[in-house]
């Protein structure tokens, strides 16, 4: 059994992402003309795109393996067997339709440069997936649910400033004039404070230090007063997007240095981030005022992340939102944002919805205000009406365009 790799330079990691490809039910031949067929395709993608089109390459190797293909096939339409073989599946038509764009393309490179039999007379029939009418993956929230989703993350804001407030207090005050909290509590906080200085963040470390009563005063439950952690992120993530109308996978990744001053009016800022696939940065000007303001809640992260952003490594360390796990601290992890999510809907007894949910309600929301998609292309920076109508297809935005 050989194994075939490619690796490519991750820009936005700053480290080595390889792809690895086994002969075992391939054979060598298909193996290879396969992972050089993918490198000359995605050589000059971004990580996220290049990451999307491997799944489509392992979705077709399954099939290609069910099938028993190998290098002695000849005559079998492989890539129209494909499109029938997802078909078959529950995955959304538009999904589909991006795995059988990507391998057509694929096989249609491969068969010009291989001498392969098995990628000869490729038909490469077009299949079209045409996009649901109505998404079932879509959420419904309307402009009611939108406000008590908004005053359910402002009410935890106002606990996580609370509870941050106190590193502060503990840093700068006498430990038994403060009024919701034991002294014994406090003087743990201040001495866990006093650690991060030695280097020491961890369990482990406190124990090794001979700090064993620390060790076991619940660092979990401390974290929360001293840094930004996951929960904490959840609710102020979803204001940003609620107000922004952002890309969650964007906002994610959005720069500390985000906020730039208006030179014309001291009252707003501009909020700056880049956005994958979008030729140019994507910009909106905000007011600084307001508790639960934009600007506000990117002071507050900024606040709470400084003590754990010389722990992140070179390309992390520039990102707004990192938390820290032991002694290292990273970029957001998408799978763990959206457990946190989880959480919050269950917590608030809120029906199922999604960020881009969201991002399609703050669209519905200005769209029944305004009734020009115009306004809604500018809130949602697109470049094209029809990317923005695929935000437009609620319920109730149908009723009113009707």
């Known amino acids: 059994m050989q194994k075939f790799t490619k690796t490519f330079y991750d820009e936005n990691k700053k480290n080595n992402v390889s792809y690895v490809l086994s002969s075992s039910l391939l054979g060598n031949s298909i193996a290879s003309d396969l992972m050089e067929g993918f490198a000359e395709i995605t050589g000059h993608y971004n990580c996220r795109s290049r990451d999307q089109a491997w799944r489509s390459v392992v979705k077709f190797v399954r099939y290609i393996c069910s099938i028993g293909i190998n290098e002695s096939s000849v005559g079998l339409d492989i890539v129209s067997g494909f499109a029938e073989y997802l078909k078959k599946s529950e995955r959304l038509k538009k999904t589909n339709g991006t795995h059988y764009n990507f391998i057509r393309r694929l096989i249609r490179s491969i068969s010009e440069s291989s001498v392969n039999s098995v990628w000869f007379d490729q038909g490469l029939k077009y299949e079209s997936f045409k996009r649901e009418e109505k998404c079932g993956r879509d959420n419904q929230i309307s402009a009611g649910q939108l406000k008590r989703i908004a005053t359910a993350c402002k009410k935890e804001v106002a606990a996580i400033k609370e509870r941050f407030s106190l590193r502060e207090y503990v840093e700068h005050n006498d430990l038994s004039m403060h009024p919701s909290y034991t002294e014994r509590e406090l003087t743990e906080l201040k001495q866990l404070i006093l650690n991060e200085k030695r280097g020491i963040w961890t369990q482990k470390e406190l124990l090794i230090d001979g700090q064993s009563v620390l060790a076991s005063s619940g660092l979990r439950r401390h974290s929360s007063y001293k840094e930004l952690t996951m929960e904490a992120v959840l609710p102020i993530f979803l204001l940003i997007m609620i107000q922004t109308a952002s890309n969650p996978f964007s906002l994610m990744e959005i720069n ?35 508790n639960f303001s934009v600007y506000k809640l990117i002071q507050l992260i900024v606040d709470m992340t400084d003590p754990i952003r010389h722990l992140a490594s070179d390309a992390d360390r520039d990102f707004l939102f990192i938390t820290r796990t032991g002694c290292k601290a990273k970029r957001l992890s998408s799978q763990g944002l959206h457990n946190y999510l989880d959480r919050f809907r269950v917590n608030h007894s809120f029906e199922h919805f999604t960020f881009t949910d969201i991002r399609r309600a703050v669209a519905e929301l200005v769209y029944d205000h305004t009734n020009s998609v115009k306004e809604v292309k500018k809130v949602l920076q697109h470049r094209d009406e029809r990317t923005t109508m695929l935000y437009l297809r609620g319920d109730a935005v149908v009723q009113r365009r009707y």
Not at 270 to 275: A, R
Not at 277 to 284: D, G, L, M
């Open 256 to 290: 500390r240095d985000c906020l730039l001053d208006n030179p014309l009016d001291p009252n707003s800022v501009t909020l700056e981030w880049s956005k994958q696939r979008a030729s140019t940065a994507q910009k909106i000007s905000l007011l600084r005022a307001g």
